[in-house]
């Protein structure tokens, strides 16, 4: 059974230990054909577009992938 009141003062506190596990919102400035291409791969999956380019940015991180190109001078 439920109490009608509860004393939350007696409560200790403590740090939500998956805050690291949480997504950091950032807001990014993309090319419209670059979005259209990643909703178009996300729908075919079956996924949320965010979640494949969060996908697609996490493995180029870990494999350390680096962009190779040069600037025309």
């Not at 003062?9 to 670059?34: A, E, F, S």
Request: aromatic fraction near 10%; proline fraction near 4%.
């Amino acid at each position: 059974m439920m109490r009608v009141h509860y004393d939350f003062l007696k409560m200790k506190g403590r740090k939500n230990p998956y805050i690291k596990n949480l997504k950091q919102p950032v807001t990014m400035r993309l090319d419209h054909d670059t979005v259209a291409y990643f909703k178009s791969i996300a729908k075919e999956m079956g996924i949320p577009y965010q979640s494949l380019i969060n996908l697609y940015l996490r493995d180029c991180a870990m494999n350390q992938r680096k962009l190779s190109m040069k600037w025309a001078s």
